[in-house]
């Protein structure tokens, strides 16, 4: 059964950082591309981020690129999103997904920027 768990969301002001974190367990996590999305009430739901199964192919949204690092440990079947600078703007929902047969999610995690 595949489960994806984030963690690490919260309450930030404008120029923080936050690190996301997603547990993955019930597929095979290290041949896997994995990625963050995004979603505000109201808006679609935005890619944020890519990695692939290795971790040495990471694509970003131009929104985040530069600020936002997106990383894995294999050993810990864990994915992650190192998130600096933050704006107002980055305040979503925030899911990891993989693709096993069908797309699976998180259940996310809330990051608010706001002063």
């Known amino acids: 059964q595949v489960q994806l768990v984030e963690s690490g969301g919260g309450l930030v002001q404008p120029g923080g950082s936050l690190t996301l974190s997603c547990a993955a367990s019930?597929?095979?996590?290290?041949?896997?591309?994995m990625t963050w999305y995004r979603q505000t009430p109201g808006k679609k739901r935005e890619l944020v981020a890519s990695i692939s199964g290795g971790g040495g192919s990471a694509n970003y949204a131009d929104s985040v690129k530069g600020r936002f690092t997106i990383s894995r440990d294999n050993a810990k079947n864990t994915l992650y999103l190192q998130m600096n600078s933050l704006k107002s703007e980055d305040t979503a929902v925030y899911c990891c997904?993989?693709?096993?047969?069908?797309?699976?999610w998180g259940q996310g995690t809330q990051v608010t920027v706001s002063s």
């Open positions: 019930g597929f095979p996590f290290s041949v896997l591309a």
């Open positions: 997904n993989v693709q096993y047969g069908q797309d699976y």
